[in-house]
T-cell receptor
C-alpha cells in the first residue's frame, strides 16, 4: 500500500500557484519523496524528488518539512495543461540494499486548473 | 528527449487468446518495468526486470504473465490466456542508474 496521504482533489485558478500537500508520517530516513503526475490516461510523468532539502527544477518546487513527515509540491504558475492527477510517492533510494526502487502509486490528487 | 515507445497503442483480443505487448525502453537504461491501470483505478506495479531477469513481481503477475527482453532493445509483456479482467492500460517504464522513471504512453488492452 502507498505510504502517503493526499487530498483527493483540488482546484486552482490559471496563473496562480498550485500547492499540493502530501503527508508521509511513517517515512524512513533512507526514503525519498517523489512526485509524478498523470495527464488524462497518459503514462505517469516524473516531476521532482527530494530527501530533506527543498528542491526546485523547471517544472516545480518541492518543500519538505524539517521532520520529513509532510511535503508540498508547488507549481508556481499553473496552466490549463497542468490539470492532472498528482502522485506523491515515498521509496528508498535507487539501488539501496538491492532494491530496484519500485514505485507504488496511491490515488493521488486530481488537480483541476480553471481559467 | 528520449522516449519509451509502446506498441500497439490499442489492442483488442478475445478472451483466452495470447497477447504480447511491446516496449522499446530508452537505450542506455538498465531497469525495466510493467505497470497497469484498470479504468478509473490506481496505477499498479506488475514486474521489474534487471540484468535479464525478473527482480520483483506483484501478486497480479501470476503464471499467465511473462516478460522478455529478446534482443537487447525490446521489452515485452505476454499474457498467455487473457481474461476480461485483464482489460486495462499497460504502461512500460525504464530508468537509468540514478534518474527517475520514464513511462511510455501505454497500450490499451481490451479483452472481449
Amino acid at each position: 500500500d502507498a505510504k502517503t496521504t493526499q487530498p483527493p482533489s483540488m482546484d486552482c485558478a490559471e496563473g496562480r500557484a498550485a500547492n499540493l500537500p502530501c503527508n508521509h508520517s511513517t517515512i524512513s530516513g533512507n526514503e525519498y519523496v517523489y512526485w509524478y503526475r498523470q495527464i488524462h490516461s497518459q503514462g505517469p510523468q516524473y516531476i521532482i524528488h527530494g530527501l530533506k532539502n527543498n528542491e526546485t527544477n523547471e517544472m516545480a518546487s518541492l518543500i519538505i518539512t524539517e521532520d520529513r513527515k509532510s511535503s508540498t509540491l508547488i507549481l508556481p504558475h499553473a496552466t490549463l495543461r497542468d490539470t492532472a492527477v498528482y502522485y506523491c510517492i515515498v521509496r528508498v533510494a535507487m539501488n539501496y540494499g538491492g532494491s530496484q526502487g519500485n514505485l507504488i502509486f496511491g490515488k493521488g490528487t486530481k488537480l483541476s486548473v480553471k481559467p | 528527449e528520449p522516449e519509451v515507445t509502446q506498441t500497439p497503442s490499442h489492442q483488442v483480443t478475445q478472451m483466452g487468446q495470447e497477447v504480447i505487448l511491446r516496449c522499446v525502453p530508452i537505450s542506455n537504461h538498465l531497469y525495466f518495468y510493467w505497470y497497469r491501470q484498470i479504468l478509473g483505478q490506481k496505477v499498479e506495479f506488475l514486474v521489474s526486470f534487471y540484468n535479464n531477469e525478473i527482480s520483483e513481481k506483484s501478486e497480479i503477475f501470476d503464471d499467465q504473465f511473462s516478460v522478455e527482453r529478446p534482443d537487447g532493445s525490446n521489452f515485452t509483456l505476454k499474457i498467455r490466456s487473457t481474461k476480461l479482467e485483464d482489460s486495462a492500460m499497460y504502461f512500460c517504464a525504464s530508468r537509468g542508474r540514478f534518474y527517475g522513471y520514464t513511462f511510455g504512453s501505454g497500450t490499451r488492452l481490451t479483452v472481449v
